[in-house]
């Protein structure tokens, strides 16, 4: 009894021991993961974390930093609580954003932290309802893609329905006489093409035509303006020769205008004195007549009735 007692001592020993061992390595491992390692919270809404698991891979610039700890959706449900530990040396700022990456082939997902060229001051604050510091969630070019991706798949379907419903066969009829209408307006324009063709080929006669007939007539202008400029210097200083001859005959003609006024007036003054004297002639003449039909008068002397005014 007392050597199975010692047996059961000595391996209850050893379990503890082990334990002991088991409990000590633990400890070690964990103090050293904190000690090695900070650890953050990243709350993700927009993207998609399809192939994200515990344990993924969280990179920086493509080199791996870290792990994905836990994952764990809110009581919103609306966001994923994702607690990652990164290397203490990595710098994490506080515009720091997490973006899901992930590979085409395998379609596993992992954490990339992109910090902004200018980086802000460390990021070291717990908000209210974290137990880890929170990076911000930044947007995928992937997702981006895909949502573009899905647009243009969208409008594509859309194109495609929109394409069965004009093709319909009542539709199709229509077309087909559209496309009739069109080829026949088509042979038409081709025949008035023609014609056109041939309406410019005479109009660019007729502008070649017109053009050597505006060279000739340049031409003849130059030869008739050189035949004529001597004309008119010609014709310049006859017109200054009239112009002298007119001024000299205007100061002729108001000298013979002059002269005509003196002679005017001399003419008239010997005029008024020989009307006078032929007045005067033409009375005595009267009388004299008087006195021949009276022959007593002539003889014996006018009566006093035959006497003017003034006479005895």
């Known amino acids: 009894m007392e050597a199975e007692a010692r047996y059961t001592f000595v391996g209850a020993a050893i379990l503890v021991l082990l334990a002991a061992v088991a409990a000590g390595l633990i400890w070690l491992q964990d103090a050293g993961s904190r000690r090695d390692f900070s650890f953050y919270n990243v709350f993700f809404e927009r993207q998609s974390l399809d192939g994200l698991q515990v344990g993924g891979e969280v990179a920086v610039r493509g080199i791996r930093v870290g792990r994905v700890e836990d994952i764990t959706l809110t009581q919103a449900a609306k966001r994923v609580r994702v607690a990652i530990r990164v290397d203490r040396r990595v710098p994490v700022s506080q515009n720091t954003i997490a973006i899901v990456t992930r590979n085409l082939i395998t379609g596993i997902a992992s954490i990339n932290l992109v910090t902004p060229a200018a980086a802000g001051g460390p990021l070291t604050e717990i908000p209210a309802g974290s137990d880890y510091p929170v990076i911000a969630e930044g947007e995928s070019d992937v997702d981006n893609l895909t949502g573009r991706f899905s647009q243009v798949g969208d409008l594509a379907a859309e194109a495609i329905n929109n394409f069965n419903r004009a093709f319909r066969a009542e ?11 069109l080829r026949d307006l088509t042979a038409g324009l081709n025949k008035r093409l023609v014609s056109l063709d041939r309406s410019m080929v005479a109009f660019d006669k007729a502008v070649t035509s017109a053009g050597r ?17 001597p004309a008119l210097v010609e014709a310049e200083n006859t017109l200054r020769a009239m112009t002298s001859a007119a001024v000299a005959l205007e100061r002729e003609t108001k000298g013979i205008a002059s002269s005509i006024d003196r002679a005017t007036s001399d003419t008239d003054d010997h005029l008024a004195v020989l ?12 009388r004299a007549l008087d006195r021949f039909r009276d022959p007593a008068a002539a003889l014996l002397g006018p009566s006093k009735a035959q006497l003017g005014p003034g006479e005895h």
């Open 171 to 181: 539709n199709r009829e229509t077309m087909g006489d559209a496309l009739r209408n």
């Open 213 to 229: 007939a505006s060279e000739r007539i340049a031409t003849t202008a130059e030869h008739a303006g050189r035949q004529i400029e």
């Open 275 to 286: 009307v006078i004297e032929l007045r005067s002639s033409v009375e005595a003449f009267d």
